[in-house]
């Protein structure tokens, strides 16, 4: 990235774009307090004064803690107007449902958070006439780490395009909090969990790879492994006929 202001003005204007050729009134955005998520927001609220954040934690005690803080924080910091849902009883409420059925895997139950997420963001953005912004980077559509019709549903993405060194460089300078650049990047799905421990490989390595420059053979194969095995969450829905 070579003209940070550049980039995003471009971005800001994407924004202003979406919002004119869908009628939509505003943004709502998850903020989980995470570096994608700030970058998202920061954007957001330049290119809509009605953007809301919506800070959704849910059963790990992380949610409930730094993450809160550093949603929070983003928020005063750039005036983005905050609410909170807790779902920690909707995530419980639904486990019962399904238990006398035969339960719910444990690969299952880390993506009901984010699908219960997306169905939040979904229902305050259609009540509030707004489009629901997404938060994943390049290095984790690449990888497949995101939950399908979880945090990989959304209308419109500004980062898409984004390594994640990238979105490091511009939350600098955007002055975001430093305590939202300085923390390990987790998606907050269970206590103790961190995106890059989750994927098996640092996310420089991932760059590495997409822009065709050296990794190591251990690298390579845990990315090529990990890209192949989700190539069903970057396809659109199988139709029959179409």
């Given at each position: 990235?070579?003209?940070?202001?550049?980039?995003?003005?471009?971005?800001?204007?994407?924004?202003?774009?979406?919002?004119?050729?869908?009628?939509?009134?505003?943004?709502?955005?998850?903020?989980?307090?995470?570096?994608?998520?700030?970058?998202?927001?920061?954007?957001?609220?330049?290119?809509?004064d009605d953007t809301l954040a919506v800070m959704m934690p849910c059963f790990s005690k992380r949610n409930f803690g730094e993450d809160l803080e550093d949603a929070d924080?983003?928020?005063?910091?750039?005036?983005?107007?905050?609410?909170?849902?807790?779902?920690?009883?909707?995530?419980?409420?639904?486990?019962?449902?399904?238990?006398?059925?035969?339960?719910?895997?444990?690969?299952?139950?880390i993506n009901i958070a984010p699908r219960l997420r997306m169905t939040t963001l979904y229902a305050i953005a259609q009540t509030r006439g707004a489009l629901v912004a997404?938060?994943?980077?390049?290095?984790?559509?690449?990888?497949?780490?995101?939950?399908?019709?979880?945090?990989?549903?959304?209308?419109?993405?500004?980062?898409?395009?984004?390594?994640?060194?990238?979105?490091?460089?511009?939350?600098?300078?955007?002055?975001?909090?430093?305590?939202?650049?300085?923390?390990?990047?987790?998606?907050?799905?269970?206590?103790?969990?961190?995106?890059?421990?989750?994927?098996?490989?640092?996310?420089?390595?991932?760059?590495?790879?997409?822009?065709?420059?050296?990794?190591?053979?251990?690298?390579?194969?845990?990315?090529?492994?990990?890209?192949?095995?989700?190539?069903?969450?970057?396809?659109?829905?199988?139709?029959?006929?179409?």
């Open positions: 990235m070579t003209d940070i202001k550049l980039e995003v003005e471009k971005r800001v204007q994407f924004i202003k774009d979406a919002l004119a050729q869908a009628g939509a009134r505003g943004i709502v955005f998850g903020n989980s307090g995470g570096k994608d998520s700030a970058l998202v927001g920061i954007l957001c609220k330049m290119a809509c924080a983003l928020a005063k910091q750039f005036a983005i107007e905050t609410i909170a849902v807790d779902l920690t009883g909707t995530r419980a409420a639904l486990l019962a449902a399904i238990e006398p059925f035969g339960g719910v895997s444990d690969s299952a139950v997404g938060t994943g980077n390049a290095d984790e559509a690449f990888m497949g780490y995101f939950t399908k019709w979880g945090d990989g549903a959304y209308d419109l993405n500004p980062i898409a395009d984004l390594h994640v060194s990238e979105i490091y460089a511009m939350l600098r300078y955007l002055n975001a909090p430093q305590s939202i650049i300085g923390k390990a990047p987790s998606a907050g799905l269970y206590d103790g969990q961190t995106d890059e421990g989750d994927m098996g490989v640092r996310y420089a390595a991932v760059e590495r790879y997409m822009k065709g420059e050296p990794v190591t053979d251990g690298e390579r194969a845990v990315i090529e492994r990990m890209h192949g095995r989700s190539e069903h969450k970057r396809r659109p829905s199988l139709r029959y006929g179409g």
